[in-house]
């Protein structure tokens, strides 16, 4: 079988170009791809659209760097402070940069990657009847019940050129082990034409399959497969990294204005090479307060035949 | 006796009490989090709790969360699904009351979390996240705010999360639990139910952008028991969400 | 929390009434509830609906014991041997009875039953365009694609009266643990509106409360559990039984004849209480050789904070 | 030189060399489990199989299996999904190939598993199963069929799973591999590909309820070798699926 292991920035460079619809965040709160987030920023991609549910402080980064044109999500922010201010300087002053927002709901932001997984060009919904973001919506329209019910919305599907998701385990292939939170994981990797697979360890074929149902993603959707330890710090993964709260809170501090924010970019970014460096400027005693020692393991599964 | 305790901690103690035993309840962050867990530990010991990224949970987590997809809300759970699958439960009608807050609210029971020029200049919301979904799909939802005049407005600039509109399916606001009292939205008027204790209905109307309905016999919201309290310090003990500067009772 | 245990007695009692629609053998050729199967017919249920993908030998059973009126299925018949003679003899000649067969294939069948689950009236599809199947087919409709691409076939939503299910473990309160094949049962236990949950084990909760990824049907959808090893057999369970092929061999040659039918009933299901008396009867070698005892264990997944 | 084989073993290799290496392919049980078992083992090392049950494999399973449901089957996959998630993929079109196989064929390749009174009396067939939806979504098609006059049929009964039709959108049928030859359906016609060895067109037309193109320098269906034959004998040593009392060649 074909190795897909990349380096993060050979994946970047390969899979992520100017223009590029780009799935991330999806996990929600957890396994939020922030090395990935910026090496994007570092190789100074343009004009993406970026997808997600409830986005947290990665796609507020992209935007306030400039990478964005367009956001479709549910929510767009700082989970730990609220607004995120890159974003509504975007988006009120078009600092440094005008983007257009599509605005969803989790569910309609869901259905949409659904409908592009499933390869339907809609699914309908009852979500979001009666509401503003439905109203005039590029991607939802009404729909017809043909069994004569009330009518219905339809969501149109979405197909990212790329989803980059962060997970526990891999196999050299990409066959991906997931476990915690999913939230919109699998449909993204499903809908999207290209995935990056980032996981704490790359481990034997033998690891992964031995819990099939544990394959949140088929090797044979995933495009590069990078093993970058504590990647989605400051995000959780569970079993291997605690949420790291200060750097949101930082963040929410120094990006309410944008010498602050360019200052944050200089130090966690730019002057940083990659994600090892990024740890090493935590410092060892930061990593490995977050780094989870204890073992609450999954009760046992046996495949035996 | 009743020991001090915040407004914050009045408003857990009132959400707690919308939740009734064997409920289905979608659960939000922050006040709702913890009415869930201090209404599983009284009266609703077999109420089942859903989180939009997917978890269920039939009791709180044991150590305090910040997000819901924090590590510790994971461990114990019952499932762990995905997002599709709870808003599935959602859109199917097996969630009985659903708690949201929002930045703006107006008589209907809309809330706005998008965007608002109500101070003039545009001011960017971050958008609905689950609530939305919550507002169009549960049994019932539970609406929290901060009860300023700003907040409460006739009209709201954009409606996230739809109230009482004509040709609703389902649900729409039965409750709406303020700093100030707790109100009847399930008539899609709004109506006083109780007011916090000290608080005087001239208070709340001038809080109010809005017309608003209490009549003189309005009581007081019942105060929170010292088991209530003891409950919540232990679910919250540094205050993060519950505490006030605004010391009452 | 409510303890749901019941015997399967009570639970068939108590939830399965005449005329009911009963979605089983949702997994496929595994953990079809054989033993479910015999006690609805031992309590001579009358009139019922059956829905599944491809029932192998279990919808054969029920439909020559004359417990059926309609099927809702992509495939009725026994995989081992092909034909289910008990079907043909009912759908061909009205032998025991006649009955209503609404054909769709695994994917409709499948769509119908996920509506439900997903509280919509339909979900669109392309499959089936061209075909027999579709064609004034009771629940699949032409529908529109509101955003102009071709018209698609929305198929009507499903929702079973009950869901019968055969897992490997469950917690009291009805939190289910299952592994390997998965089919359709997620979808038809959230569709159903009440779900029975038969069970290798009941484990205490911290058990499924330690992966709870692996937790397909969450407790609050189940109205009812039931604690029946071997309660799948002769169709397998991974990790605890491997499929018993010579009695899907033998039943295959039996129903050939209404004769051969009665005596397979006779002796496998009337002169028999329960599967204790079913596993006592097939002898305790047999049942020991098709008990699973080595181990296959899924590698470690540790949920730590 | 070659040795001795089934007409199964050679529609076993005949259905491998449809597969093209990196190819996704649903496989369905008997000879096309075996087909992709040795276009694995051969040509096609990085094939992928998908199974309607929801399992994916990169390789077939260690022991044999009756059914796509046997243990072994889920032991050493790549992944264990739902029904509806390889069924999404197979409809997003992910999948290159699909085997199916049917009690009637027709000159469009259309197939017939659901009813039929070929033989004067109605007789009620198991049905589609996921072969409809293989048939309907796969990139293209692969027919295995019993040569027989009386399921050669110029109209099937009933479309089980669509052959070539007006409006289209992907796929449909490409070959049909029958125990007499390998046919060509991608032009909507079935003309010969190849005649077993020892088949002559008469055979052929005879065995055919409908008139086909057999052009006359029609070439013998390429025999086995010994590493195909060692394969399939691994793989099937019983000859549960590839038994055959004629042999041949």
Known sequence: MSDKRRSLREAIAEQVHDGDTIALGLALESGIPFAAVHEIIRQQRRDLTLVGPISDMAFDQMIAAGTVAKVIAAWVGNVAGGSGYGFRRAYEQGQPRRIVMEDHSNFSVGLALKAAAMGLPFLPTFTGLGGDIVRGHPRIRPVDDPFGGPTLLAVGALRPDIAIVHVQRADPQGNAHLWGNLGLTVEAAYAARRTIVICEEVVPEAVIRSDPNRTVIPGFLVTALVEEPGGALPSSVQGYWRRDFAPFLAYHQLSRTLDGFQSWLREWVLDLPDRPAYLRHMGEAAVERLRVTDRRLAAEANFAP | ?249
Request: include cysteine; hydrophobic fraction near 40%.
């Open chain 2, 1 to 249: 006796m009743t020991s001090r305790y915040t407004r914050r901690e009045l408003m857990v103690v009132a959400a707690a009490r919308e939740i009734r035993d064997h409920e289905v309840v979608f659960v939000g962050m922050r006040l709702p989090l913890l009415g869930f867990g201090l209404a599983k530990a009284t009266h609703a010991p077999d109420a089942v709790g859903l989180f939009e990224n997917g978890v269920i949970r039939d009791r709180p987590a044991e150590a305090f969360i910040y997000t819901m997809g924090d590590p510790p809300n994971i461990v114990g759970a019952v499932a762990c699904l995905g997002l599709l699958d709870v808003m599935s439960l959602l859109q199917q009608g097996r969630v009985d009351v659903g708690f949201i807050g929002g930045a703006e609210v107006d008589p209907l029971g809309n809330l706005n979390t998008t965007r608002t020029s109500s101070s003039g200049a545009l001011v960017r919301l971050p958008g609905s996240g689950g609530a939305g979904d919550i507002a169009s799909l549960a049994g019932r939802t539970v609406l929290i705010m901060e009860h300023q005049p700003r907040r409460f407005r006739e009209r709201v600039d954009y409606v996230t999360s739809p109230g009482h509109f004509p040709g609703r399916r389902r649900g729409g606001p039965a409750t709406l639990i303020t700093t100030l009292g707790v109100f009847d939205l399930s008539s899609g008027r709004v109506r006083a139910a109780s007011l916090h204790p000290g608080v005087t209905p001239q208070q709340v109307r001038e809080a109010t952008g809005f017309p608003i309905a209490i009549d003189d016999h309005t009581p007081a919201t019942a105060t929170p028991s010292a088991d209530e309290l003891a409950y919540i310090r232990h679910a919250d003990p540094e205050g993060f969400w519950t505490g006030d500067s605004m010391k009452t009772g």
